[in-house]
């Protein structure tokens, strides 16, 4: 049989096989997602206009929360499903074993997006949607501010942007983390760092919410903001005044869906994921309240004129997002932006204001102390073989309950932040040196 022939069989066994299962019996399904609710929201009404004995129940938390709540609960008593933009969060979870394989995958489903499986490969996980990491902006606010344009990462700790900038905390959205982490996988640990750090400088504010900097950036309270592509999508397409760019430095990844491994409706689990994968619903992610990347080729036919493609080459990535090594260091990550950023913005801040205005001294001359200054404060305090160290990653993912674990893992927490805090007020007394 030629492959397209079974391609089209194989496609064709997956919708009767969808079909079969809007037959199957009523449940309440659970769904654990750090999705917006215009997203869960649009899909709740129309699986359970599908469904119609079927209750899907939908428990928002982000990403991080959304793990240790599942790892928390007992066997049993888990909730269906688990839909997140992470893949490394999914391979977390499927190292924890707390996925169940479902036999789901929609063979219309390309394998790979570039390089990287769209699907988990050993069949834990399937791609529900495409996501990309860029920069949005309020069109309104650039102009009234006279910003330049900013289309890369770098274009961001610019002096010119001090101030305009917002971005959330990897430990408090899952996105974030895959923005902060594609940045440090394309650049380079030392210089991703660097540029993070740098940009984190620029920032007016470290957001509580994922959702603030998109919400900020919208209403005008922020000029630039680190997102997922389709929070500025969506923005975009809502009419809103605002605009989104991959930057150059990007990945394209899945935005997974997977059934945990113990729920208490595995059955109903399964009916919800595949009415996901299925051509129904990935339509739904081109309404303009989601503007979402489908991972289904035939469905950007019908999505609107200028509709960012993935498979039409259209986006430039050139990040090969490598999962397994977020994974070994993402709590490590985490952690890190944490107690160099968050906890410390405002030394952050300050040590930046003061780099900045050095550097307007000199005129672009160079100077020693400048150099040091940009050091001390643009330094990661560990380096990439450290923080991929098992002794140290095991700190990280032990149990709350074990306490010489947590009492070790806060030591180590208070030298990063003990350095950091020293290492910004260096920087400043060095900048202000600079004449």
């Known amino acids: 049989m030629p492959l397209r022939h079974r391609h089209a069989a194989a496609a064709a066994g997956f919708a009767c096989t969808f079909a079969f299962a809007t037959l199957a019996a009523a449940d309440t399904i659970t769904v654990i997602t750090s999705f917006p609710k215009e997203l869960t929201a649009a899909y709740k009404k129309a699986y359970e206009a599908k469904f119609p004995n079927d209750k899907l129940e939908i428990l928002n938390k982000n990403t991080a929360a959304g793990i240790a ?51 988990d490969p050993d069949g834990y996980y399937y791609g529900q949607a495409l996501a990309g990491y860029g920069i949005m902006w309020n069109t ?173 080459g259209k986006i430039q990535a050139k990040v090969n997002f490598d999962s397994n090594l977020s994974e070994s260091r993402y709590y490590v990550v985490r952690a890190l932006f944490d107690q160099t950023v968050t906890f410390r913005h405002k030394e952050l801040v300050e040590a930046t204001r003061a780099i900045h205005a050095a550097e307007k001294r000199l005129g672009g001359r160079s100077s020693r102390e400048l150099d040091e200054a940009r050091r001390l404060a643009y330094s990661p305090p560990i380096d990439e073989k450290q923080a991929v160290d098992k002794a140290l990653v095991a700190l990280f993912t032990a149990d709350k309950k074990d306490a010489e674990a947590s009492k070790r893992r806060a030591q180590v927490e208070d030298e990063w932040t003990t350095r950091a805090r020293t290492n910004y007020a260096r920087a400043v007394e060095l900048a202000n040196s600079v004449k």
């Open 140 to 312: 309104r606010y650039v102009a009234a501010n006279k910003l330049p344009e900013a289309r890369e990462w770098a274009d961001l700790a610019r002096p010119e942007f001090f101030g305009h900038v917002a971005i959330s905390s990897p430990s408090r959205s899952g996105t974030t983390h895959l923005t902060v982490e594609t940045i440090l996988q394309g650049e380079g640990w030392k210089n991703g760092w660097a540029q993070m750090l740098a940009i984190s400088g620029n920032c007016a504010a470290i957001t509580e919410r994922s959702f603030g900097v998109p919400e900020g950036v919208a209403n005008g309270q922020f000029g630039y903001g680190l997102v997922v592509d389709f929070f500025g999508l969506a923005a975009k397409y809502s009419g809103l005044p605002v605009d989104f760019v991959y930057p150059s430095v990007t990945a394209i990844v899945p935005a997974n869906i997977g059934l945990i491994d113990g729920s208490k409706s595995p059955e109903g689990g399964k009916r919800f994921i595949g009415y996901a994968l299925s051509e129904e619903g990935q339509q739904l992610l081109l309404d303009k309240a989601i503007s979402r990347l489908p991972v289904l080729p035939a469905t950007y036919a019908k999505a609107p004129a200028g509709y960012p493609n993935p498979f039409a």
């Open 69 to 119: 709540y599942v790892r928390e609960q007992a066997a049993g008593s888990r909730p269906e499903v688990f839909w997140a933009s992470a893949p490394d969060a999914f391979e977390v979870l499927s190292a924890h074993k707390l996925l169940q394989k479902a036999n789901l995958a929609n063979p219309a489903v390309p394998a790979k997006i570039g390089a990287y499986p769209i699907n």
